[in-house]
């Protein structure tokens, strides 16, 4: 776990000392700028072994139309400079993740607003669905290709501030991928059409405002009463209650696909986890990578609070083949479910906030 929140005063002090060099002049301000370090991490999914994605190249570019081209990367297992970056996601689950760029590699990027976008190699991007694909060497694994658009993945804005900075092996930023939302199957026959990744559940976290939730799950407790089985749910929605008139928490659906046929009144989820059963039975979930809207000001910033909820049987993202995909169609899933399981928890900067399922009574 991690900590690379820096003082208010120290901050202001920086960027006094950067006023200063100019003259308190605004139109000569000199660019401040960050030295960039980039991770990647998944949330946990069940119906895969393998998701693997390729990078060839990263391509930010800065607010001010500002370009750096990433082309060479960090391999932890061989500790040492690739070309291209072959992840595994489903290794790196809940708040684990693998570092691809160091700040060692002397790229900087302005504080500010800028975008992403990762050329990806088609032919190693590829998931496995065979539980026992681990006893076959790799060239014997069933694989199905991940197909990207034109080959890049245009993953929108993120926000560069002071304080995103590599502390031992934690980079300072990190892509987040929400594979159950973004990993879709495209048809019913993934030999024939495999499957895509889109930017919808992607997302880039700062490592100087954001946290952790886990917790663990007891089904013996009588306010869990009829919740049997392994595949259990947890959800996280934006804010201490929705934006949304009349509002109704749902499950994950894109709002961006034309044909979700959600009601106004839904709520997507920020992000989901499934429950996990470890080998003593015991039921445990981990959130990572949460912003918090953290700005070192002081005070507590209105994006730290979120609603956690726990829906009971509910967690297949059904990528078997045997099944049709929908994982961007709106469907009437009951969240929470038992419907006591909703609480409200505060996201706190490079820390671990723990909520048990069943939640304290009222």
Not at 14 to 35: F, K, Q, R
Not at 56 to 72: F, R, Y
Not at 99 to 116: D, F, K, P, Q, R
Not at 264 to 272: C, D, G, I, R, Y
Request: proline share 5%.
């Amino acid at each position: 776990m991690f900590n690379n929140k820096i003082s208010y005063a120290a901050l202001m002090l920086s960027v006094g000392v950067g006023l200063y060099s100019c003259g308190g002049d605004s139109s000569n301000e000199p660019t401040v700028s960050v030295p960039f370090s980039l991770g990647v991490s998944d949330a946990f999914v069940d119906d895969a072994e393998e998701v693997n994605i390729e990078i060839d190249k990263i391509t930010i570019t800065s607010s001010d139309g500002d370009v750096d081209e990433i082309d060479m990367f960090y391999d932890a297992e061989s500790d040492s400079q690739v070309d291209t970056i072959k992840i595994n996601l489903l290794d790196y689950q809940g708040d684990d993740q693998v570092t691809i760029v160091n700040e060692s590699a002397g790229i900087e990027l302005a504080v500010g607003t800028s975008t992403m976008e990762l050329t990806v190699i088609d032919s190693g991007s590829y998931v496995v669905l065979d539980e026992y694909a681990d006893d076959f060497p790799d060239e014997d694994k069933v694989k199905y290709d991940i197909k990207v658009p034109s080959s890049r993945l245009r993953l929108g804005g993120f926000d560069v501030v002071l304080g995103a900075t590599q502390t031992e092996d934690t980079p300072g930023f990190t892509i987040e991928f929400d594979l159950t939302k973004s990993l879709v199957l495209r048809g019913n026959d993934p030999a024939k059409n495999g499957f895509i990744i889109k930017p919808h559940g992607v997302r880039i976290i700062n490592s100087a405002s954001n946290g952790t939730i886990s917790g663990v799950v007891n089904l013996l407790d009588e306010a869990m009463l009829g919740c049997e089985g392994d595949i259990h749910t947890v959800y996280l929605y934006k804010g201490e209650k929705s934006a949304i008139e009349n509002s109704f928490l749902a499950d994950n659906f894109d709002p961006d696909f034309v044909d979700n046929a959600a009601p106004p009144e839904a709520e997507e989820p920020f992000t989901s986890t499934m429950v996990m059963k470890d080998e003593e039975g015991e039921l445990s979930y981990e959130i990572g990578f949460i912003p918090n809207g953290d700005t070192f000001g002081g005070g507590v910033p209105e994006d730290s609070f979120y609603r956690i909820a726990f829906a009971c049987n509910v967690g297949d993202v059904n990528l078997d083949p045997a099944w049709e995909d929908e994982s961007e169609i709106f469907n009437d899933l009951m969240i929470p479910n038992p419907d006591t399981q909703l609480t409200v928890v505060e996201v706190l900067t490079g820390q671990t906030v723990t909520v048990d399922f069943p939640v304290p009574k009222p």
